[in-house]
């Protein structure tokens, strides 16, 4: 109430995309946040993220998969699961300009990369990696969406990002050694 006419920003997920998944308790906060964010701010970003790849302690998909395989740990594998990567350095960039120019102000945005890859590509990208064989079990389970980033791709040029080529692996490389 009080601070009505100040910017607020908020990363809610991509997975809000998910048919399949929203009946998710951290997905339904998410989008419930958005929600009273858009009836009660003046001015806002909504910025939906994909798995964000950075240095973290937290238990994100990569850390998971790369600690597992590092250790020797046994987990299990959705053969159906494509992932969204993009580098937390990259969204950074991609929120600021946004910001810092007012493009998308007061809409729900999707910042993600250009590609979903299957998890077991990651996966395989992780072991050449760390030079070490994962110990999994394949099960027949999982999703993927698509994330639509027309908002954004006309900006990424200007911002100095290009999604294509080998932007996983080299993502992959700065963060799992």
């Keep these: 109430e009080k601070y009505r ?3 607020l920003v908020y990363f809610g997920t991509c997975s809000a995309l998910d048919s399949q998944n929203n009946y998710n308790a951290y997905i339904e906060h998410k989008v419930k946040m958005e929600n009273i964010i858009q009836e009660n701010c003046k001015n806002y970003f909504i910025f939906r993220l994909p798995q964000v790849v950075g240095k973290a302690t937290s238990p994100t998909l990569i850390n ?5 395989i590092k250790n020797g740990t046994p987990f299990h594998l959705w053969k159906n699961s494509k992932r969204n990567l993009i580098d937390v350095v990259d969204v950074y960039k991609i929120a600021s300009y946004l910001i810092n120019n007012g493009i998308l102000k007061n809409k729900v945005t999707n910042i993600a990369s250009s590609e979903s890859v299957n998890i077991t590509t990651i996966v395989k990208k992780i072991e050449l990696l760390l030079d070490k064989k994962a110990d999994y079990t394949m099960e027949d389970k999982g999703t993927f969406y698509d994330i639509d980033i027309s908002k954004i791709s006309k900006y990424l040029l200007d911002i ?3 999604f294509g080529g080998n932007y996983i692996d080299v993502v992959l490389d700065k963060y799992v050694k």
Excluded at 64 to 68: E, M, N, S, V, Y
């Design 5 to 7: 006419d100040r910017t």
């Design 160 to 162: 100095g990002i290009c």
């Design 64 to 68: 998971f998969l790369a600690t597992h």
